[in-house]
């Protein structure tokens, strides 16, 4: 018996790297899934963007562990496509538990040199974007009369400022108000919203050239190889890792979709081997 | 007073009036040259008056009044080359750029499922983005100058804060301090310091009109401004329903200063003790 079992969970940015593996954790415990992905890359990133083959390949991984899920190629920048992808999911599935604000991107500039393009791009998918999500699902949940659990995938960055991607900070910084002003207005009908904050996490977001960039400005290039950069990525951490695996931020996402976190709501939780305290 | 920014010029946002008049007024007093932005065309989604082109007029009266110069600029935050224009001028003019107040903002009031994506991209627009091309547009001015500089951003109680009705709000100003913080690290280097003043309620025609008096008082159906003040006052330690634009003056005027030389990186709260009363979380 799982934890969700008999539960329906919308997730956005489920091609891959974060979203896909909330999206196994989740059915692991029973729930079905509906979900989006871009399923291309955005013009601001200079890292991979997700593919369709991702996106089926989260499908199979999903199937595997016995649950149903249903999938569409949409950018959460567009609502009315998030809407329509939320619809017939509900219609097919019956119900809506569960979202997972997830879909983000990531660029590096100092913030006077952000380009217009780059900094609407961020602010649209990061933080538009996630209201668009909760714009076309509160309405599931409320009409569902069972309460419900919102989890916004915000970051250490919708705590804390680091230099050199203001737009992805400020974006994040809005994921966050976002969430206090939902628990809130949500928390009568048993609706819970919360946010996971993570450092950073294994998956092509951070494991780019660019990114190595600025945490090894001094090295060339072809010495910014993974052990040259695990140290730097440590100091971080007051736990001595370079990064978080994506399960981990899923197991946040676990919890507090489950009941066991029945009476949390509007709190931010970081995933950040104590970055945070350091 | 003292002439503490004599020679110092700064450029102000939002300043035809309420809390963006008050700054430069209380900046000018103290001796800087001012370049003065604001729209004063309709804002479709909100439900209180527009800023005019009198009041515009107003402030730059007031401000010369103190005995220093002000140059008017008419423009939309969200207009990268009207900031860039009203920079420019102000390094045309006075051949210098040392402070900013980036106080332009609106808000409007809907559930946050309901909001529409009018009301959600004017106040992001508005709120966040316009911040940022205020920062895009002055931070080369004063690293030119090399005299280092004070950046202030106009947060809010929901800066740091939830609030019902207030999700696109909220989040732009969360997004502000979230923009403040990092600016505070990328600009240390060159003594150029960031912060925020986050008021709560402030007496300016954004909170004082009939349709916030409802949101405050749903019991109501025509309720009056001393009917809505109990309510406005509830979130507060002090007895207080609302700061006056003077009391966010006084710490923009701090902030610019060289009182407040070593303190960046900071959300300073003008805020009656609220953020004491309900914690962030």
Known sequence: MGKLDGKVAYITGIARGQGRSHAIELAKEG???????????????NYPGATEADLAETVRLVEETGRRIVVTKADVRDYAAQKAAVDAGVAEFGRLDIVVANAGIFTVAPAHELSEEVWDEVIEINLTGVWKTCKAT?????????????ILTSSISGIKADPNFAHYIASKHGVSGLMKALA???ADDNIRVNTVNPTNVNTPMIRNESTYALFAPDLAPEDRTEEALAPRFSSLHAMDIPWVEVEDVSSAVVWLASDGARFVTGVQLPIDGGRLVL | MDKLLEGKVA???????????????????LGANLVLLDVVDFIPTIHYPSATSADLDETVRLVEAQGVRALKHVGDVRD?????????????????LDIVVANAGIVTLARAWEVTDEQWDEVIGINLTGVWRTIRASVPAILAGGNGGSIILTSSTNGHEGGQNLGHYAASKH?????????????????????????????????LNPATYRVFRPDLVAPTLEEAKPAFGSYHLLDVAYVDVEDVSNAVEYLATDKSRYVTGTVMSIDCGLSVKYPAG
């Open chain 2, 11 to 29: 450029y102000v946002t939002g300043a035809a009036r309420g809390q963006g008049r008050a700054h430069a007024v209380r900046l000018a007093g």
């Open chain 1, 31 to 45: 729930a079905d899934i509906i979900g989006i992905d871009l399923a291309a890359a955005p013009a601001a990133i």
């Open chain 2, 175 to 207: 997004g502000v301090e979230g923009l403040m913080k990092t600016l505070a690290n990328e600009l240390a280097g060159d003594n150029i310091r960031v912060n925020c003043v986050a008021p709560t309620n402030v007496g300016t025609d954004m909170m």
């Open chain 1, 138 to 150: 509160i309405p599931h949940l409320k009409a569902g009369g069972r309460g419900g659990s919102i």
């Open chain 2, 80 to 96: 990268q080359a009207a900031q860039d224009a009203a920079v420019a001028d102000a390094m045309k003019e006075f051949g210098r």
């Open chain 1, 184 to 186: 809130l207005e949500l």
